[in-house]
């Protein structure tokens, strides 16, 4: 920006924090791109044939699929869920994490203790969240899932 220009400026913006998850100042000098690792997939411990599977089903599903599967309700469907189980340690939250650095996406991380307790809350609490993700095309991940089953 010319020097005109940056007298004139803000020297912070708001920006939401997916750690804290929470919206905040910051200061435009500190902003710096994202750097994805991108050998956070090659890193899972899984058998090989389940991690080719995982990543095509992942680096197919955005790609554009004209007159496939096309739905009565726009919009609707879109989306892919995986349910991943399995004691602690096994490498869920890993999994979640590669992907999302393998499709340059942002994770939002959220527990079932957040979501509340009835079906209302429950309902109104994952709407928020989609709504919150859905302009960074973030994804979601909800620890402890397997509870809504």
Do not use: N
Not at 3 to 26: D, H, Q, Y
Not at 31 to 48: C, G, M, S, T
Not at 59 to 81: A, F
């Amino acid at each position: 920006l010319p020097a005109s220009l940056v007298r004139r400026t803000w020297p912070v913006v708001c920006g939401f924090s997916l750690e804290s998850r929470s919206w905040g100042l910051a200061l435009v000098d500190g902003i710096k791109p994202v750097q994805f690792h991108e050998q956070a997939f090659d890193d899972l411990v899984l058998p090989q044939a389940r991690k080719r599977l995982l990543r095509a089903l992942i680096t197919s599903h955005g790609q554009d699929r004209k007159g496939v599967g096309v739905d009565v309700l726009p919009g609707k469907g879109e989306g892919i869920i995986f349910l991943l189980h399995g004691p602690p340690g096994v490498g869920k939250t890993l999994t979640a994490e590669a992907v999302s650095e393998v499709l340059h996406r942002p994770l939002y991380r959220v527990s079932m203790g957040e979501l509340g307790t009835t079906p209302e809350s429950l309902e109104s609490r994952l709407q928020e969240i989609f709504d919150l993700c859905l302009p960074w095309q973030a994804l979601v991940l909800i620890d402890e899932a397997e509870m809504l089953l």
